[in-house]
């Protein structure tokens, strides 16, 4: 079975930092492009950050850019978003999403999902 496990979040002052992980199982994990999502009650889903296949390539939101840091670890199908100077904006919760796609076919699979709160 597809997995996409992601750790515990949790409640972080602003300022504070905090990482997040997203561990995969069940599929060829160094083919897929990988990204984090967050979603806050009301608002809809946005990208974060994603990264290439084998970690050659970032991007980010530009709300997060300069703060946050996706990385990979291929040989432990892991991948990371390092979140520092965190703003109460950034409460929502956190996917972790697995893409691979070519003009035949397109393969996605989602985490369960992570709260994260930015809170005094």
């Known amino acids: 079975q597809v997995q996409l496990v992601e750790s515990e979040g949790g409640l972080v002052q602003p300022g504070g930092s905090l990482r997040l992980s997203c561990t995969a199982s069940?599929?060829?994990?160094?083919?897929?492009?990988m990204s984090w999502y967050r979603q806050s009650p009301g608002k809809e889903r946005e990208l974060v950050a994603a990264?290439?296949?084998?970690?050659?390539?970032?991007s980010y939101a530009d709300s997060v850019k300069g703060r946050f840091t996706i990385s990979r670890d291929n040989a432990k199908n892991t991948v990371y978003l390092q979140m520092n100077s965190l703003k109460v904006e950034d409460t929502g919760v956190y996917y972790c999403?697995?893409?691979?796609?070519?003009?035949?076919?397109?393969?996605?699979?989602w985490g369960q999902g992570t709260q994260v709160t930015v809170s005094t």
């Open positions: 999403n697995a893409l691979t796609m070519t003009l035949q076919s397109r393969y996605e699979y």
């Open positions: 990264i290439t296949h084998a970690g050659g390539m970032t």
């Open positions: 069940g599929f060829t994990f160094s083919s897929y492009a």
